[in-house]
């Protein structure tokens, strides 16, 4: 019985040699492909895929956000990171969200489906250009505070608004990158005030670095 796949990558050029690769291995089918976090999470909600292929550097939802999303409300979907970034706070990130398996982009074709055959018979993998001693050291000073309670009475929406607004983006590129009005991103960051307990808006950028929701 052939595992279904979505693959999220938003540089189409790596979706597409994903794509032929897979498509030449007779044990997986692609059922569904998405360019950014939100939409994986949609392809996920439509598909509910064996294994979710998933980069982490994405634009609107990054992959340690679309991942816990995932995990969270499709806990049996497997996902794989595959991605460029060999840091520890990228790993570890990837890895707290509900990763499976954590494979570079360097990897070779074999690597990578037994990668994928590995996360899907229950295991853990992680790509062998990764030295366990940097999985073994200790998280750096100030690192991010577990996170509150609060989080999870977020929308998909507000956590999103959240992490824009991490970025540094203001109510008008908000509002332009959502397609809502500005009233609505007002709304969603005095709920976001209210929801974690903040005195004002200024304060939700610091908040979303603080607890690691911002990379």
Do not use: W
Request: net charge neutral; hydrophobic share 45%.
């Amino acid at each position: 019985m052939r595992r279904t796949v979505v693959l999220v990558e938003d540089l189409d050029i790596v979706r597409e040699g994903l794509r032929s690769l897979l498509e030449a291995h007779s044990d997986f089918e692609i059922a569904g492909e998405a360019g950014d976090g939100l939409e994986a999470v949609r392809q996920v909600e439509r598909i509910t895929p064996d294994l979710v292929l998933m980069d982490l550097s994405m634009p609107t939802m990054d992959g340690a956000e679309a991942i816990r999303d995932i995990k969270r409300r499709f806990p049996r979907v497997k996902i794989l990171a595959l991605t460029a970034h060999k840091s520890l706070a990228h790993i570890r990130g990837a890895l707290a969200a509900g990763a499976d398996g954590y494979v570079l982009k360097n990897t070779t074709a074999p690597e990578l489906v037994r990668a994928m055959e590995t996360v899907l018979s229950g295991g853990r993998y992680m790509s062998p250009d990764i030295p366990e001693a940097l999985l073994e050291q200790p998280a750096a000073s100030g690192p991010a505070r577990e996170q509150p309670s609060a989080l999870d009475r977020l929308s998909e929406r507000e956590l999103l608004v959240l992490r824009l607004t991490a970025r540094g983006k203001g109510n008008k590129a908000l509002a332009r990158e959502l397609c809502i009005s500005v009233k609505t991103v007002e709304k969603h960051k005095a709920n976001l005030v209210r929801k974690l307990g903040l005195r004002s808006a200024s304060e939700l950028a610091p908040f979303a670095h603080e607890y690691g929701l911002f990379d």
